[in-house]
């Protein structure tokens, strides 16, 4: 099936994939596990750039905050702790998976060599029931964002279930680093006080326009590229950002980790809770039609937005808004709690072994 | 050559793929082992994502196609195929692998930061991260007696 | 079974929500057990949550003796555009044993926690251990390829760090947990590849709609490439010979209660969802079908049976020696599989539940004796009977059942098995069935003769009999082995049904 437009997009597409094969390669070979860490956080980079190039916006805001952001802090995290700097090189180890690799990579090539076109419109995977999502969405939904629409409505059960994934690394974290509840006990790290003035004065400012910018994208994940979780790991990011500037103990005081733990399970409870409420009103779980009960839907407005063929669906509408939040807080509750575990962790450490 | 061209995404994604697991079984070094990981779970992205690109498409945010944006982007594309292919006059890209990958992607961090927290903890019990030294120390102890509780 | 039958009986407006509270109820006690102030109070939460979700369970499974299978749409929009729970008789078995063997570990974790995992750790183990059996479900009761690869992930993620907190006990527990981790993840993204590629071929990802689907293409390629790397990364997680280097670290590291969960519902519920895809998703009688289980399946699950059954008869470890003998009664299960037929799937269903409980049963009771003793060796363990009788009698039971003698459920079991090879005409599963079986006398024989008829060390510490708040449920794990052994209508009656159904022609 031939293709209309391909140059642009098309060259920077293999432009991109090529690079990605670069960095791989260069991480497959380098010995230190620092520059390992580095080349991934340029791998996710060149990631989001390709994914935006394949018309994949909301991917691409995730992989850059996920991949870019939260790999690189818990992978640099992981080496301070472990003390790792360079991997020990074993040729013998290297041939049979080098042979699996080959083999497996082999299948699956000549398995793809019956997968469509790139950008065939009319392959099984793009005419079915993804296409049924673009033309349905505004009739069921209403929100331009059809990522969004599909994410938390059409297949909410299994964003609840992403949800719960995250709160399980969250508790898997905690379980295996603590809470990093022993750092408050700590003696404050002494740092001349000139030594951090800009970096101080610039966090103050940038700090709260981080937040604000988190909330920008979490309510406007319906309408452009943007959602909970994305906003989830940058709130998360404005809070490690004060830590790394202004010290672990002077974060813990402002977000305790008792209030991280209790925010990480208020989230998973929220995004559930609205489900049991749809089931309470007469509906089934997570069915956001069903979110209010006639008495309170007929206070409102049926078309405010002015559309008079079209009716706002103020259950789906307002359904996505408390289940995005839920996403909200479980992810960033998550991140900081892991980044405590991590980071407070170090810190009994370094005391520790000064002391010795 | 065209063979190449259209489907020369999968190679490049298998490519990633096996690199990612060529280090998760090749390297004794936990950590190295999670890079491995990271890697293999995110070309799965990527190949899902080729699966679901539309050429002439555009990022599944509804336009109105009498805009700006919607007309800049019909102009290149014949309208025979918009038509065909579009929805309401835009040509979007299939939104449902964005879905998947955006659940898979989250997924995959809250895997690699159990697996680091995991390997922390295994420095800190061996005082290694290398796979053949915890063996060896591993094997050292099971041979010894059994202490007293 | 008069008793049984009034036991499904759940409000109506209860039943109607029964799947997903099955699902969402141990989910919300896991959050409440993560916040919990003390122990006790996580405890109590988990016994209550693990107890409303067999009930949940037990009012699905009698719904869907009455109306055939079960559906349950989410989100109020209806499969392929939303996601549905679809459970049959099959998954109404699974859920029943998840949920049965769920609720009594928690009841045993009370005490069983004390003794092996460090106490500031309780509350956050029993969250884990919920979210674990909310996932676990989640996953059997589902009707999306996709959605069971994240509640794949729910229960595996928990039960990563959940194996790792054994290092109280046993500090080889982190690089397990660490390999556990490792391979479980790379099962579980061979599952997703796998799903991509039929995606790729169907556009769907409603397993019913795939599987109409499938059945109208020819075997392309993509098809079978889809298939292939859905049965390896599902192996994995079984823990499908040659694929099984996770499982005996695992098992022996982990607390108790862990190796309990994962030998009797973790990796069933993978088997499940293979059994699933291989025979509902995928369409029947196609020859690449038939000669992957001849030739692969077979084969593969024959030499995992013989070879780990001489790993267990070798083996030094107690713990080590049962997770051997679990990847070896997993082979069996895959033999009854290969058989494709509605016989050898129904007896393999049954099996799977004998094994989960029988195994359940033999880790409860080492968790009950790991109480006041630490032996890992078979060695140490000696005479152990005589301190701890009622432990060691519910272990014998286990025991008994995993050889296979009469009265017991895995003497049913294996007796399905056997009978279904024969009337299929592959005797020689029959054999290799036998042959294991010679095995695990060996094995078992071993183990019998240690705790029972052996003197206790001079100078080894000193077994005393669990408290009654760990032996009850762990004679009740033991006594279902026998009433199942005695009358197994119950899972009977559902494995047929669900294999029934799988097998019935199709027009």
Redo the contacts between chains.
Sequence with gaps: MS????DAS?AL??AL??M??AI??A??RTRS?LA??LL?SV??LA?AA??MV??????AF??AV??AG??TI??L???L????ET??V?WK??I???V???V??G????????????????????????????????R?IGA????TA??A???????L??T??????C????????FGSRATLAPPTEIPNDQHVVLRVVAKLLIPLIVLFAFYVQFHGD???GGG?QAGVIMAVAIILHALVFGLRATMAAVPVSLA??V???G??VY?GV??VC?ING????????LFSPRVEAMIPANLLGDPNHVHHWGQHFGILFIEIGVLLTVSATIVT?FY??AG?TIETIEAERRT | MT?L????????V???????????????????R???L??FQ?ST??FY???????????????KADSETGRALAA???PA?VA??G?DGV?????????L???A???G??????G??????V?EAYGT??A?EIDALSRVAAEQAEPAP | MILLEALYVAPPALTA?AP?LAI?IP??G???A??APSARTAWVISVAAAIFGAWMALAVAGEVMREGVLV??????NP????ALRIDAMGALMGLLIGGVGTLAAVFSGHSLVAEVRA??HT??Q??FL?CQ??LV?LVFTG?A??AF??L??SS??T???V??GEKRDRRALPAAFNYLIMGTVGATFYV?GVG?L???????NMADMAA?LATLDQ???V??GF?FIIAGLGVKAAMFPLHGWLPGAYAGGPSLISVLLAATATKAAIYLMVRFMFEVFPQGSAFGQAFLTWGLAPLAAAGAIVCSIQAVFARELRRMIAFSSVAQVGFIFLGISLASADGLSASLFYMVAHGLMKATMFMALGALALNIGARRLDDFAGVAREAPWTAVAFAVGAASLVGTPLTMGFLAKWGLIEAAITSGQVWIAVVIAAGSVLTVIYVGRMIEVIFFRVPLPGAPRAKEAPIGVLAPLLVLAGLSIWFGLDASLPEQLAQAGAARLFEVRP
């Design positions: 293709t209309p437009i391909l098309f597409n293999v994939l090529l990605l094969v791989a390669f991480v497959v596990l390992a860490i991934m791998y996710s990631s390709w994914l394949a018309d994949a916006a909301d991917v995730t992989e996920v991949g939260v790999s818990v992978l995290g992981a080496i702790l472990a003390r790792g991997e020990r074993n180890l290297m049979v998976p080098g699996l690799a080959a497996v990579g299948v699956l090539i000549y398995a793809a060599s019956g997968l469509p076109n790139y950008g065939d419109p009319a392959s099984p995977a793009n005419s079915h029931v993804g296409r049924a999502y673009l033309e349905a969405t505004y069921d331009p964002n059809v990522v599909v994410l409505s059409y297949r909410g059960f299994d964003t279930g992403e719960v994934v995250i709160f399980a690394a508790i898997g974290v905690a379980l295996m680093l603590g309408l452009g590229a979780f733990r209790s990480a399970a208020l998973v409870v559930a489900g049991i089931i509906g089934g779980f997570l069915d956001y039609d069903y892991m575990g991590f962790r | 063979w061209a259209s489907h020369f995404n999968y190679v490049v298998v490519i990633l793929m096996m690199a990612g697991l060529f280090i998760v079984f090749s390297s004794g070094n936990l950590i190295k999670m890079i491995g990271a890697m995110t992205g990527l994502i080729t699966l679901s690109k539309v050429s002439g498409g555009t990022a599944a945010i509804t336009l290149p594309l014949d195929y065909q292919f929805v040509v979007y890209s299939n939104p449902l692998p964005h879905v990958i955006l659940t992607i989250v997924v961090v809250a895997t690699l930061a159990v680091l927290a995991i390997a922390v903890r420095r991260v290398e053949d | 929500q997903i969402v989910l919300l896991a959050c409440a993560a916040l349950y749409v989410l989100g109020g929009f392929p555009m939303g996601i500031e750790k956050l183990f969250a884990g979210l909310a996932g989640g999306d996709f959605n994240v509640f992930e729910v993620i928990g990563y760090a959940l790792a907190v590849i590629f995606y790729a071929a169907t556009g769907t990802l689907r392309s390629t993509v079978q490439a292939a």
